[in-house]
């Protein structure tokens, strides 16, 4: 029988002030519809009843995973390759201007087809990398040449080890939330960074969309983070926000995919129009992007 994981109280802050807020479609494997629930203390949303760690793997297998495959089929694939190269190199820059270092310790968790691992090794960074899929991880080795070790190796990895530690939407995938923070903050050395990428609920782009906003993406993605409640969580795990960056070609990558969701095919004009309208609105303030980057500290 499938472990499936009910919440009484918040995942978070504990509260049990919990409501539903939406349902949304599994678009992308099983066509489940699962419900979403708010905490309406910290503003943290997630996924009720959702598979355990040890019965979801099947919602990750399909083609069109493609932080997994690395698959090219499809327009929105192929967009997503061609800007792939500039945000390798932008993230490459980001963790080198937040640690100082031009060099050093690096630990990407959830680190897919290796891409990024590649680009710090290639940037004179030693980098660990884990990943969960043993598909990812076979890709990683034979397209990139990076080897990648198991998510089970993550609790094992000595403490104080990392200048930087990055998951680039990994969070929101993450069943042990609390243990998994509380790890986190043990494998970094004292000046280093935690860097935290995860969508944004709050966002432009969310709100045009609603439940066919493809960054729910359930049951993969368990949580549903506001920067109210990413605060909240950073701050219960010892750590503290030191800045915020914007992604801003996740407006459009994310809208393209809820226009095919919502419709049944892509509107690149509509999704263009949303995302360029999410990110404007995001100008003053980065905290309503479509995605946020979280660069953490001790």
């Not at 945000?87 to 891409?115: E, F, H, S, Y």
């Not at 795990?237 to 801003?248: A, E, T």
Request: hydrophobic share 35%; aromatic share 12%; with cysteine.
């Amino acid at each position: 029988m499938s472990e499936i994981i009910h919440y009484n109280q918040c995942p978070v802050c504990g509260s049990a002030n919990i409501s539903s807020v939406l349902q949304a479609k599994d678009f992308t494997a099983s066509n489940e519809t699962f419900t979403i629930f708010e905490c309406h203390s910290c503003t943290f949303r997630f996924t009720q009843d959702v598979p355990g760690a040890t019965s979801i793997a099947p919602y990750y297998k399909a083609e069109s995973y493609i932080s997994h495959t690395d698959s090219t089929k499809g327009l929105i694939n192929r967009l997503y390759h061609s800007v792939r190269k500039l945000t390798i190199r932008q993230k490459c820059k980001l963790v080198k201007k937040v640690t100082g270092r031009g060099k050093g310790n690096m630990l990407d968790v959830g680190a897919g087809t290796g891409v990024f691992v590649k680009a710090m090794l290639e940037n004179g960074w030693q980098v660990t990398g884990l990943e969960p899929d043993a598909e990812a991880r076979k890709v990683a080795k034979e397209v990139y040449g990076a080897t990648l070790s198991s998510i089970e190796d993550f609790y094992h990895l000595p403490d104080n080890s990392f200048d930087a530690i990055t998951l680039w939407h990994v969070l929101e995938h993450v069943h042990d939330l609390k243990g998994y923070m509380a790890k986190l903050k043990s494998l970094l050395k004292e000046s280093g960074r935690l860097i935290i990428a995860v969508p944004n609920y709050t966002s432009g782009d969310a709100a045009v969309y609603k439940e066919f906003w493809a960054a729910y993406d359930v049951p993969r993605h368990l949580y549903h983070f506001s920067p109210q409640s990413m605060q909240k969580l950073v701050e219960e795990s010892g750590l503290r926000i030191l800045q915020y960056k914007p992604m801003w070609f996740d407006s459009f990558y994310v809208s393209m995919l809820s226009s095919k969701y919502k419709s049944g095919k892509t509107s690149l004009p509509g999704a263009f129009f949303y995302g360029l309208k999410s990110n404007f609105r995001a100008l003053g303030d980065k905290k309503r992007c479509s995605s946020v980057i979280y660069v953490t500290g001790k």
